[in-house]
């Protein structure tokens, strides 16, 4: 690994916002405008996990009824995966990152 040392000069007027925060940007947040946030991170999550589960079973070249079928799963759960409807459990996200780093494994171990 490489080692980077980097010289920070007190004087330099850009060191006194290094790893600051801007109070008043801060200050100025509503509630409102947390709880919007809050949603649009959640709403991100749930395209992200339907992304991941997609790519997962595309990757493995199975349909979503072949996948349910292999997996142990109703095709319905892996349809809500795949729409960003529902996200994958921990026990789920667990058998896709699997899924996705041993393939091979992971299917001769769940038939």
Do not use: C
């Amino acid at each position: 690994m490489k080692t980077v040392r980097i010289k920070l000069d007190p004087a330099n007027p850009a060191f006194k916002t290094l790893g600051r925060i801007d109070e008043t940007r801060v200050d100025a947040t509503t509630e409102e405008d947390i709880a919007r946030h809050m949603a649009e991170d959640e709403a991100q999550a749930m395209q992200d996990a339907a992304h991941y589960a997609r790519r997962v079973r595309s990757r493995l070249g199975l349909s979503q009824a072949e996948f349910s079928r292999r997996i142990n799963v109703p095709l319905e759960t892996v349809r809500n995966w795949e729409q960003g409807k529902r996200s994958p459990s921990g026990a789920a996200q667990a058998l896709l990152k699997i899924l996705d780093k041993a393939p091979e494994a992971a299917l001769a171990v769940l038939n």
